[in-house]
């Protein structure tokens, strides 16, 4: 076992506003550190916002969510939970992409990802926009389709954008269907809502078996009927949990690119993290928040403090 502690730095040793923000204050591994091997939890950030297709600047949120997940403390308030006593955590730093060239990102994503699959990481990733999802995947899922559980306001099950452009925000779980990333019968998608193009992303998921539980339905049957029903469907096979922060309502989370009305409160956002009960978490993400959209910082927070909550479930689930 190395010499690191890994335990995040107390607030009593030193104040949160000080020091060199790491996720939760947690210490940093190197990716290529031999250290890497005794981590059982990676956070990991992903700079980068090249699928975007409106309002840009995801790629500056991992820098906002290391600053205000500094905020966050040892011990969950509602479960008692310490997960970094429970589990070896580190902050792995951030993926480099290329911002100029979008399929070069990608592949650096996924080879920075294989390296964290291949020493037993569990990643859980601060986006980013939601393409980061595509080259995460090819890593997390290399061996086998995975299972999802995916909060978002939007499927992002879209084929293409302005004709014959397959890559973006819009699109990643269409192309992670095609590529047998996911099995789309264990795949649930909760809160989509706001106006559309068409119902050409509904066309798909109903073709391949995804179930999308629409945010009428959501409000309709609340939180633990809908969790319920979302991790029967994951089942007990490995599951992948991607959370896109325009999820949550614009009124709690206004700092993201996408945003639509009539989503779920910040208590809600948390809670259904908290509901996700008996899945076995391969790998997870906060991605879509966009700092220039919110210099407040309060969605950031959000985003870290779901970051938290889901960390809590992976070491519950179990990390290797
Ligand atoms: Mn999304
Ligand atoms: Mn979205």
């Known amino acids: 076992m190395s010499d690191v502690d890994f335990q995040p730095v107390s607030g009593f040793d030193l104040p949160r506003f000080a020091g060199i923000p790491t996720f939760m204050r947690l210490p940093h591994v190197g990716v290529d550190d031999p250290r890497l091997g005794d981590v059982q939890i990676g956070l990991v950030g992903v700079p980068w916002d090249s699928g975007t297709t409106n309002r840009p600047g995801p790629r500056h949120g991992p820098r906002q969510l290391r600053d205000l997940s500094t905020m966050i403390r040892a011990q969950n308030g509602i479960t008692g939970m310490r997960p970094f006593e429970a589990a070896r955590c580190a902050d792995l730093g951030d993926v480099p992409p290329n911002p100029a060239d979008l399929m070069d990102s990608m592949d650096r994503i996924t080879a920075f990802y294989r390296k964290l699959v291949a020493a037993g990481v569990i990643p859980l990733t601060a986006g980013g926009d939601h393409l980061s999802t595509l080259p995460i995947l090819r890593a997390v899922a290399g061996k ?43 795949v649930c998608m909760v809160g989509i809502r706001g106006t559309t193009y068409d119902d050409e992303d509904r066309d798909f998921a109903d073709s391949v ?96 403090s779901i970051m938290f909550e889901l960390l809590c479930k992976i070491v519950e689930a179990g990390p290797k």
Do not use: W
């Open 209 to 304: 078996g995804i179930r999308v539980i629409p945010i009428d339905e959501f409000h309709a049957r609340g939180v633990e009927d809908v969790m319920r029903e979302a991790c029967d469907i994951a089942g007990d096979g490995d599951t992948y949990v991607s959370y896109d922060i325009d999820f949550v309502d614009p009124a709690f989370a206004p700092g993201t690119g996408t945003p639509e009305i009539g989503g779920p409160n910040s208590y809600q956002a948390i809670q259904v993290v908290q509901h996700l009960q008996e899945v076995r978490i391969v790998g997870a993400d906060v991605v879509e928040v966009s700092p220039p959209f919110d210099p407040s910082g309060n969605t950031a927070f959000l985003g870290a």
């Open 144 to 186: 086998a389709p995975v299972g999802m559980i995916h909060f978002d306001s939007h499927t992002d099950l879209f084929n293409g954008y302005f004709g014959g452009t397959k890559y973006t925000h819009g699109t990643p779980f269409r192309r992670a269907v095609e590529e047998g990333l996911l099995d789309p019968k264990r």
